[in-house]
Nanobody, 122 residues
Framework: QVQLVESGGGLVQAGGSLRLSCAAS????????IGWFRQAPGNGREFVAV???????DYADSVKGRFFISRDNDENSVYLQMNSLKPEDTAVYYC????????????????WGQGAQVTVSS
């Protein structure tokens, strides 16, 4: 059974930082790319970042230079370090397992975590 568990969300002031964690089985981390998506109220779910088993990373233009994705197989986790946070980063953040297709497409991911709320106050 594939299980993803996000943690690390919370409330932060604009300009602050948060680190999200996504815990998953080690066999998943070593075989599949893991993506982060987010969904703000009234909006669709959008791609944020992805990391694959070769440490290849990609980011949405809106977070490049501010967010950084990494993985630690010993800790069975993927992390999303979020710096210089803005109110428009407020959303529920999800990690997901990539199955097939483009990394930016929601339909390319087949397992999702429950989500972590991130709220950035102005």
């Amino acid at each position: 059974q594939v299980q993803l568990v996000e943690s690390g969300g919370g409330l932060v002031q604009a300009g602050g930082s948060l680190r999200l964690s996504c815990a998953a089985s080690v066999w998943i981390l070593r075989r599949f790319a893991i993506g982060w998506f987010r969904q703000a109220p009234g909006n669709g779910r959008e791609f944020v970042a992805v990391i694959d088993w070769n440490e290849y990373t990609d980011y949405a233009d809106s977070v490049k230079g501010r967010f950084f994705i990494s993985r630690d197989n010993d800790e069975n986790s993927v992390y999303l370090q979020m710096n210089s946070l803005k109110p428009e980063d407020t959303a529920v953040y999800y990690c997901a397992v990539h199955q097939v297709g483009g990394y930016h497409s929601i339909g390319s991911y087949n397992y999702w975590g429950q989500g972590a709320q991130v709220t950035v106050s102005s």
